[in-house]
């Protein structure tokens, strides 16, 4: 009865697994819905990119979860019980026990997975469950490390941008040579249990991948540490997920000023169009343009200057452009496209499925 045992086990364990994970969903939700509207800078390769806001930021992140918690719905719709079927699968010994009276030997195997509760039986089996289940069960712990770590790297480089700070105790000490330092530590521990889950999943792969004929021994000491320790990791990883996501600070001043340094490069597109649509020429417009920008950028690199993209176009007479003019055309909402929406409709989606569920905003769902 080992095997069934295991899997009573391990489908408690996906419970609390849910559970935890549908208490970061939530809070990610309110995240993104929060800041809907907060204007940052987008990037590719890590280079500056065309704006964004924060909270579709923040969607990306809450549908990868989302994603994961589909995945852990239908693992769990999957674990059914092994079954008594004796040494090779064959219930042969039960039949026997039963004078050959078949039907005895499924009531009695049906009577079982109900008293451990479980609504089915695998159709076949060995002397163990398929150990593709294991596999299964890893692989969704997997991506919910995939995600997570994603999601800690992207504050690790906010952090570095000085954009947002981890949860901060008033004791806590940054740095012993920097008091000011506010590493990201839990973010870091994120990462590397995140790569310790992701590398557990593959030794499932490798034990459902070698089974010999009806069960083989060798895979019985690796399971009882890769299983345990895939779970346990995920569990830590979603305990530090909530907490970071739930209460790191923001710092939008900073956030606008990395915004503002990068917006002018973004909209000489818009401004070469308006000044096209006052009477310029475009061409002798877009040469202008080109210069300015290229002088701007190699005196950002080779001098540190700030950017004055903005005031070299102002005292350009070729553009007859006024500052109000350009004030309006540097709006950063008018680069966010469809960013607010998009982040808005998918939060909303997800908190209306919580409510649904008739489960409270208001509550802990983390047990």
Known sequence: MGDNTDLILMKEALVQIRSSLAGVILELARFALKYKS?????????????????GKRAASWLQDLVS????LEFVM???????????????????????????????????????MGFDEIFDVSGQTYPRK?????????????QSAWMFSNDIRLMSHLKEVDEPFEEK????????????????????????HVISLAQSA????STQWFERTLDDSAARRIYIPEAFLAADGILSLYKNVISNMKLYPEMIGKHLEEELPFMATENILMHCVKKGGDRQLLHEAIREISVSTARDIKEKGAKNNLIERILEDGRFNISRAELEDLLSAEKFTGLAKEQAEQYAEKILNCFRSENVSEDADITV
């Not at 907060?38 to 924060?54: I, R």
């Not at 000490?173 to 590397?192: C, L, T, Y």
């Open 68 to 71: 994961d918690m589909d995945a």
């Open 172 to 195: 806590q000490v940054g740095s012993s040579a920097m008091a000011n330092k506010r590493n990201p530590m839990r973010s870091e521990r994120i990462s590397s249990l995140s790569r």
């Open 133 to 145: 289940l294991d596999y299964n069960m890893l692989s969704v712990l997997s991506g919910i490390a």
């Open 77 to 115: 719709s999957q674990i059914k019980m092994l079954g008594c079927r004796g040494a090779t699968g064959t219930a042969a010994s039960f039949l026997e026990l039963f004078d050959g009276d078949a039907e005895k030997v499924a009531c009695l195997e049906k009577l079982i997975a109900q008293k």
């Open 38 to 54: 907060l204007p940052t800078l987008a990037y590719t390769h890590f280079q500056p990119a065309q704006p964004t806001t924060l």
């Open 205 to 208: 792969a490798m034990t459902a």
